[in-house]
């Protein structure tokens, strides 16, 4: 069998370890990994591969930089011309990016089945061209793999039953790499909050980065604050004239963020993942958002939603810092949804 997986963003590289890992494993299967380029630069891309033990990508379309149409347009013609040389049997796809939604409209018309790994994933905010990619991308696949019971919810609940495809709920294949790797991360013996910024309705808007720099700066005069610095935050916090008074740091690769999350007193992001992650290490987390695709670890008070409100912030991370998080529910299967997939996939 021959499996055509496409990634572009950072957090695809991070749950293709685990699948390369089972694939490996298998002499009758041929796995090619195309890179569209959409996070391209070695801080953010590179240090995946080479920090993860992924194979370096067979092809890299080399398509960033663009707005969102215009990335999303090139790939679907870079993608049908690669898909049309490899004749893959199966393209497997991960999550809600622009390189997502192209390898689905590209291998869709060229019907090719679909593999979508964590389907059924809803915000239910259709402003976020995250939640238009993964909608469109569901519809589109052959396979669904769900992480969780919410998304099979989801999922029933627009009709998909009635549709032609097959719904699956493996785990979360972002456990797995946690588990994978988060053993070898060294502890730090300090206290501290760990805090992320980089979604773009936060930091292109100046009233949402002046609240949540507002309300770092506040927390910094009592907690140690960390924060890996995204290119594209530290760009705007110096066009809007703001001033972070805590220490950044350069952005980390995976490994050493698992560190930073595993020894965290507090986690506070804007990212999709990082909340995740902070469950599974059982970190509170508060998130800079007003909505998430994680529903069941906020229902379950886990994670709690700030948006940019600098007092709401201040407020949270002074009630949960250093909390036990207790009464832990298991929403995201067992560490094995690798394993899962790809005993599917072959069958």
């Known amino acids: 069998m021959k499996l055509l997986t496409i990634v572009g963003a950072r957090p695809q590289f991070i749950k293709l370890a685990p699948l390369c890992k089972e694939l490996s494993e298998n002499r009758h299967v041929t796995h090619i990994i195309v890179h569209t380029g959409q996070h391209f630069d070695d801080n953010m891309s590179a240090v995946f591969f080479n920090g993860l033990n992924i194979p370096e990508p067979d092809i890299n379309l080399n398509i960033y930089g663009l707005s969102h149409g215009a990335m999303t347009g090139r790939m679907i013609e870079r993608l049908e011309e690669v898909l049309k040389e490899q004749r893959p049997d199966k393209v497997l796809l991960f999550g809600d990016t622009n390189s997502t939604l192209a390898g689905a409209i590209a291998a869709s018309k060229l019907k090719i089945p679909i593999t979508h790994i964590e389907a059924g994933m809803r915000s239910f905010d259709m402003h976020m061209p995250e939640e238009i990619n993964r909608i469109v ?111 950044t740091i350069n952005p980390v690769g995976y490994q050493e963020m698992l560190g930073l999350v595993k020894h965290a007193s507090l986690v506070i992001t804007d990212s999709g993942g990082l909340q995740k992650e902070a469950y599974y290490f059982d970190r509170y987390c508060l998130t800079m958002r007003n909505n998430t695709e994680w529903v069941e670890l906020v229902n379950a008070g886990y994670n709690i939603l700030t948006g940019a409100d600098s007092n709401l912030i201040v407020a949270k991370a002074k009630e949960y810092f250093n909390k036990p998080l207790d009464h832990k529910i298991a929403f995201y299967g067992e560490g094995n949804a690798a394993d899962l997939i790809c005993k599917h996939l072959l069958a």
């Open 137 to 247: 991308t569901d519809r589109l696949s052959s396979h669904l793999y769900c992480s969780s019971d919410a998304a099979i919810e989801n999922l029933k609940k627009e009709g998909f039953e009635y549709f032609n495809c097959e719904i699956k709920k493996v785990g979360d294949i972002m456990y797995d790499a946690a588990i994978l790797f988060g053993n070898n991360v060294s502890k730090r013996n300090e206290e501290y909050i760990l805090v992320t910024l980089h979604r773009a309705e936060n930091i292109y808007d100046r009233q949402n980065l002046e609240n949540i720099v507002a309300a770092i700066n506040i927390l910094s005069e009592q907690y140690k604050i960390i924060l890996p610095l995204h290119p594209a935050t530290a760009k705007m916090i110096q066009e809007f004239g703001l001033k972070l008074n805590c220490k």
